[in-house]
């Protein structure tokens, strides 16, 4: 069961502009969600997160965007740099639980 | 900067045998957590442990597996006897309590089972 859907497996953009990641989930009673970043390697980083009582969350170059009643969140990196070339995660849970269900990512290269 | 830390970075065993993966979390964080990600996959929650014992776990999470905190430092994963779709990247994540959703990752330990 995907209760968590990233429909894109990869994304490429220049260097400077928007790059938007794309995230879905089925679970209504889901309320808080994540972004994480992974480089080869490495274990998922957190990024950023949102809670369901706000539709967006703002830090630095980086925005998350919630829309509930579509079952939708999406991460805007703005300007987008090399650096941030990795595969995005998002994962979604509930207030009442720990356990939280991840996307199969997107893998974002940012073309310099 | 802390970090949660894993041993051993790659480990390959034969079918049938038993492992034990270690993480070390950030030493102030109560709440413990294993994933795992099968290749091309994604990441899937395991179980979660608070107070010495498993809070929450997935159906994935079955009598093979059991977690263990042995020690003030360590957290182990215990597969008793692998199989060969247990091969992954077995990721350690800690947070300083239960509603801390930021996770702290390990690095990962990659199982191979042959």
């Known amino acids: 069961d995907q209760q968590v859907k990233q429909n894109s497996p990869s994304l490429s953009v220049q260097e400077g502009r928007i790059s938007i990641l794309n995230c879905d989930y089925t679970n209504s009673m889901f309320d808080y969600f994540l972004w994480y970043k992974k480089y080869p390697a490495e274990g998922p980083t957190f990024l950023i997160s949102?809670?369901?009582?706000?539709d967006k969350n703002e830090d630095g170059r980086f925005t998350v965007f919630l829309n509930k009643s579509a079952k939708h969140l999406s991460l805007h990196i703005v300007p987008s740099q090399p650096g941030d070339s990795a595969v995005y995660f998002c994962?979604?849970?509930?207030?009442?639980?720990?356990?939280?269900?991840f996307g199969t990512g997107t893998s974002l290269t940012v073309i310099p | 900067e802390p970090e949660v830390t894993q041993t051993p970075s790659h480990q390959v065993t034969q079918m049938g045998q038993e492992v034990i993966l270690r993480c070390v979390p950030i030493s102030n964080h109560l709440y413990f957590y294993w994933y795992r990600q099968i290749l091309g996959q994604k990441v899937e929650f395991l179980v979660s442990?608070?107070?010495?014992?498993?809070?929450?776990k997935s159906e994935i999470f079955d009598d093979q597996f059991s977690v263990e905190r042995p020690d003030g430092s360590n957290f182990t994963l215990k597969i008793r006897s692998t199989k060969l779709e247990d091969s992954a990247m077995y990721f350690c994540?800690?947070?300083?309590?239960?509603?801390?959703?930021?996770?702290?990752f390990g690095p990962g330990t990659r199982l191979t089972v042959t």
């Open positions: 994962a979604a849970g509930s207030n009442t639980g720990n356990q939280f269900y």
């Open positions: 949102i809670s369901s009582i706000k």
């Open positions: 994540a800690s947070s300083a309590s239960g509603h801390s959703y930021e996770q702290y």
């Open positions: 442990f608070y107070n010495n014992e498993i809070s929450e």
